[in-house]
């Protein structure tokens, strides 16, 4: 190794290839940071978190340390650690994860196919002089006519008398599925903008589209205003049951819920929500039940027929819905009462139904949803209730994946996490990805056991509270709120049924399809957090199955990019009639030995080991705590 | 003469026949009053009023009093009044007028024709049972697929699980034009309730229909609460034009009135206003224009294109009608901005449109709405601004047509009124056909000249107030406030405009389609007080043409039975195109001499006074005042 032996290192990134003078005395992690080429890491270029990890494409290298070698066996055998590894000679790497600066990370976006937009609604210039007294016709019948159009929304009235009356030339009549919805005298005007609304159980996504170019033109997220009405669906539907005027209630509260998202997204992003002239809204059947004021206590027994699962257009001012008034609400269609529209939208996002062959898609949220897609191209789908831990929602420092959320975590052989916030900012709780991480590295390094016990009590970094054990993830002093942030036994243990009712629930749809673990091609991960989840770190807790990590894709929320998708395009229209008509609902209450599977599950990985066999072998290295 | 001698006095009636035994001492009045048969009379039987005269049919009777001579001038040749005459054979007579005692008198009622009704809504029995999953099926698209129907409100969702829920096996499905709109669990609930609703700028006259039987089971009446805003149409849009929230307040004042009235109805017939799932409205253009929401302002003006003419069909909820929320309100079609849907829905009342002469519809309101129909079949329509007067609004002591409301006055020849108060209660005010009876009675005792100038202004009868001279027609100690109701000096200017309104714009009419007066056939009245306008003192007025008595026909309430009519049969939807179609706008203002014409028809009973020879003729007798 020469000092001051120079190399060019080459890098390659989706989009374009970097250039840099290396030398042989740093790490390439220090060197790309040095070119202000920041590359993701947690554990500061000890070695340890695996985030920073490159491929080498050729070139020449240092010998692998021995945490590297750790890592080459998870992160295969071409990967390298950025903070380990220094080049040796000119050499052409890929960096695995560049660090990201977004300030909300939650998940609302994911990896959209690029449509060509084809929405419902356009806007048509129409040239209005000269206007004539025509026998017996008023503005609106000249109107019609002059537009070609036979239907309107009778609120557009008097719109037309005061454009007339401006004595505007040219104006443009905005439609719906062909009724006029909307007149407005300027180009600056013709604006149209839609918005795609994943309500899950815990988490409500807005996004608004400019439905031209079908470009997302602003995002947010928040809480479902429900959750005060219970946790979880089941709670839900008994609190509508209990008096007319709650169902009311839970309906306001999901429509106050997307209100201010909109209204927020609208606001920062300096635009008019009256050009927002559809909203495109997934959800599972009880929430949109709920939506559409259903109390869902008749959906929720024998023979548990929803109240809908067609593509319902509401207007949006019947819903109370605050965009142009005379616009629409849709809902993407369902399949059940507990197959719900949004793995209609995640099939339709992820592709699912594109794919050639034995393929599942898992949407982690407070309800976990998983289609298995069979060798005979049909799909068995289940939902499963796993609550709403997973979106950070009922832990001890659980919260959204939002700015000052701890998204990622590993811990050092000392205990010691590392850990990553979001917007860079100091810590304020844990968000999803942040727990399963923070539980699967408690469990490598035997803070845990393989029931989820926390085993080492005495330690400094185990503190008790309330009477139970909690592992400290930050101290107090270095938290946003001089507090520490932990955690608990409890959180541990919700984890682990969140984590086995959606591992159980695919190991029931695989063994109804009668496949293996093994035949399976592909698994489309969706969810409020797939894109930031670890796949190793959840595949070490036991909640995605031990096959290759290449097989994984992130779909990202496919709820919300489904919705997108149909919002953007009535052509998606076929296609998820296609997806409604294949698709097969597995109810997991009526299989045999579901419960069985759930309970074998909630161990760490998993109570049958040889399930996981790779996992435990690469974990192996790790198990060790001083 | 023989005292005790006796009779046999057959009455004809429109349904029966009823013998008395009468002698020869008393008048027929008399005769009939002592055996509970009440005739119509003012006076009190001395021959003054005219009102309790009957038709002789068979029989002698005793010679013509004086003051009978001048009445049967005016009544016809085989006409004597009840309260002079004597039956002195065995006779066969019919009665003019029975005494009616219905408290408010409103005309809100009319000769509407027998209807089949064929109404839009309707209810359809569904058998239920029994419900069972079926792939992918909702609730919704179970009744869909039972009840054969494609469209729906989708605010009916919450009400089909509950039904489901209940385990009923029939529930009637309630659809409008083919949409679902209701679900009802019991037969009692399969009412079906619409609403016709006349829409005048100074008086709201709403009723509620029966759609299966067209009987009408409640019907109010109120002034516009638009009057606060201005009395007439053009007040009113100037006070749109000022302020965005005035046309809602407009718009406000309107719903809220047609609320109100159907509350009342409601309340007192003990209906369920959820059974009301249909209102069709007729109105002047400017009042379904103010309904709708807009100011009108672009249709004040060259060109005069109103904001619509068709028939619009407004979800009940958007409108904030209270009935049922997912029923409709539907708007009568319009011809111009100044020829309203009222006249659609008068033609269509009146049956103009099927008499085979020349005809004349006049609608009495706050705008006066002519029609000729011509010897070619056309309709030209125009409509002229008379003011509220003639609805009793805007008079010192005027009143709608309610309980306590004069409706008839006669004056003798000593000054002395005599008169007729709705509900026989003590008077409060004087409404519209009270106050034509007044003002020609006045003429009549030479109270007032042909200019309408109060001339016997020192007579005891004759008092001074605020500067100008009123006739007393009800002293102090009479009314039910202890106040004098009188008849002042702008009262009569008021009445002589909007009659002479009304008078020019039917000579216009007759100038343009080159037709004489003597050619009119038949005379359709209708308006505000259609049925209770005494033609013979109208006439006196010079309100209403010098023709034969018998040739007009009481339409009532026109606007209100049109819409009544288009309420209960879809079938006249055909009809009411055709009278669209042939109806062509003669915009006043733009013929030449209107003016010169209108002044002229402000004299009592006009300039020209060849024009009202008979009547002047059958006049002479009652001028004279001592």
Redo the contacts between chains.
């Keep these: 190794m020469e000092k001051d032996k120079r190399h060019k290192l080459k890098i390659l990134t989706d989009s374009e290839a970097i250039e840099l003078w290396v030398d042989e005395e740093h790490t390439i992690y220090e060197q790309l940071l040095r070119n202000g080429i920041a590359v993701e890491n947690l554990c500061g270029g000890k070695g340890i978190c695996g985030k920073c990890s490159i491929r080498t494409l050729y070139g020449s290298f240092s010998q692998p340390t021995e945490s590297e070698e750790r890592w080459i066996k998870i992160l295969g055998r071409d990967a390298r650690l950025s903070c380990q590894v220094k080049a040796l000679s000119d050499s052409v790497i890929k960096i695995d994860r560049m660090q990201e600066k977004s300030e909300a990370k939650i998940l609302s976006w994911g990896v959209r196919k690029a449509i060509k937009p084809k929405p419902r609604v356009i806007v048509k210039e129409t040239k209005l002089s000269p206007?004539?007294?025509c026998g017996?016709?008023?503005?609106?019948?000249?109107l019609l006519e002059l537009s070609g159009s036979k239907n309107y929304d009778?609120?557009i009235?008097?719109l037309?008398?005061?454009i007339?009356?401006e004595g505007k030339n040219v104006i443009g009549v905005i439609s719906y599925d062909g009724e006029i919805i909307d007149i407005v005298r300027d180009k600056s005007q013709y604006e149209l903008l839609g918005a795609a609304v994943d309500i899950g159980t815990t988490t409500v996504v807005v996004s608004v589209c400019d439905l031209k170019t079908g470009r997302v033109v602003g995002l947010d997220s928040a809480y479902n205003q429900q959750i005060r009405f219970g946790e979880d669906v089941i709670s839900r539907v008994d609190y509508a049951r209990r008096d007319k005027r709650n169902?009311d209630e839970l309906k306001n509260a999901i429509i106050n819920t997307i209100n201010e998202l909109i209204s927020r997204i609208v606001d920062k992003n300096n635009l008019d929500s009256n050009s927002i002239y559809e909203v495109v809204c997934s959800g599972n059947t009880t929430m949109l039940s709920f939506l559409?004021?259903?109390?869902?206590?008749?959906?929720s027994r024998a023979?548990?027929?929803?109240?809908?699962?067609?593509s319902?257009?509401?207007r949006a001012?019947?819903l109370g819905i605050k965009i142009n008034p005379r616009g629409y609400v849709r809902t993407v269609p369902?399949?059940?009462a507990y197959v719900g529209s949004d793995i209609v939208a995640d099939i339709l996002a992820s592709g699912l139904h594109e794919f050639g062959g034995v393929a599942v898609l898992i949407d982690i949220g407070t309800n976990g949803e998983i289609v298995l897609k069979t060798r005979t191209g049909e799909f068995l789908a289940t939902s499963c209730a796993a609550g709403p831990a997973l979106e950070g929602y009922g832990l001890r420092h659980g919260m959204r994946a939002v700015k000052g959320a701890i998204e990622s975590v590993v811990i050092d052989e000392y205990g010691t996490s590392y850990y990553r916030v979001i917007g860079n900012a100091r810590p304020i709780g844990v968000c999803g990805s942040g727990v399963v991480e923070a539980i699967a590295w408690m469990w490598l390094r035997n803070i845990i056991d393989d029931t989820g016990r926390i085993v080492k009590k005495t330690d400094k970094l185990i503190s008790m509270s309330l009477d139970e054990p909690q592992y400290i993830i930050v101290p107090a002093e270095q938290s946003a709120h001089s507090q520490e942030i932990t955690i608990t036994q409890t959180d541990i243990r919700k984890v682990q049924l969140a984590k086995a009712a959606i591992f159980a629930a695919l190991m029931t749809l695989l063994r109804v399809a009668k496949t293996s673990i093994e035949e399976i091609e592909r698994i489309y991960v969706a969810g409020a957090f797939g894109n930031y989840l670890d796949i190793f770190a959840a595949q070490v807790l036991g909640m995605l199955p031990d096959i290759a990590r290449d097989k994984f894709v992130f779909v990202g929320n496919g709820s919300l990019i489904g919705a997108e998708t149909i919002l953007l395009s009535s052509d998606t229209e076929e296609q998820v009639k296609e997806i409604?008509?294949k698709t097969k609902v597995i109810e997991l209450n009526l299989i045999k030995d579901f419960q069985k599977e759930f309970i074998q599950a909630t161990h760490i990985p998993h109570q049958d080991k040889k399930l996981f066999r790779n996992v435990i072998f690469e974990a192996t290295p790790f198990k060790q705590y001083s």
Excluded: M, N, W
């Design positions: 206007v004539v007294a017996g016709k008023g503005c609106l019948e000249i009778p609120q009235i008097p037309i008398s005061h007339f009356s169902i559409l004021g259903d109390d869902f206590y008749y959906s023979p548990f027929i929803p109240p809908f699962t067609s319902l257009k509401v001012r019947d369902s399949i059940s409604v008509g």
